[in-house]
């Protein structure tokens, strides 16, 4: 019987730490999603799936990701933190939706190059930095917009 879950990039994995089973798992169905997701749901995705990985496991390995810089992570509007896959070494920024959930990403070379300049000028070393846009997409202000069924 062949094995339908999603295979993770090798290199993704290698980048944080020692290559398990487990953290191939939880990078693969990162690889997979549309757009951002908590550990929790992915965690429950996955053992929905039938897979063995525990929570605490999903947790670690999304946040070894993020500081490897093969994951873009967003606060919603609890605070939680969003995971999304990044195929390369860049960071993006997304514009997300608040009621849906979807997650564009955006051009952001004006933010960089601010963020190179202020780090330049400051003297300061390893400057990061976050930039979180968020708003109600077109699909679902339309919605809003719908008078209540009767």
């Known amino acids: 019987m062949a094995d339908n879950r999603p295979q993770a990039p090798v290199h993704d994995v290698a980048l944080i730490g020692r290559a398990t089973q487990q953290r ?17 749901a992915l965690h429950k995705r996955l053992v929905s799936d039938g897979s063995p990985v525990g929570l605490s496991t999903v947790y670690r390995t999304l946040t070894a990701l993020a500081e490897a810089g093969r994951a873009d992570v967003v606060r919603d509007t609890n605070g939680e933190r969003l995971f999304r896959h990044r195929p390369g070494p860049d ?3 997304y514009l997300i939706c608040t009621e ?3 997650s564009l990403p955006v051009e952001s070379g004006p933010v960089e190059k601010w963020a190179n300049r202020i780090a330049r000028t400051s003297g300061f070393a390893d400057v990061r930095h976050a930039l979180e846009l968020s708003g109600v997409c077109p699909d679902c202000g339309r919605r809003e917009d719908q008078p209540p069924a009767p």
């Open 24 to 40: 191939a798992v939880v990078l693969g169905a990162l690889v997979v999603m549309e757009g951002f997701i908590s550990a929790q």
């Open 91 to 93: 960071h993006r920024h």
């Open 100 to 102: 849906c959930g979807l």
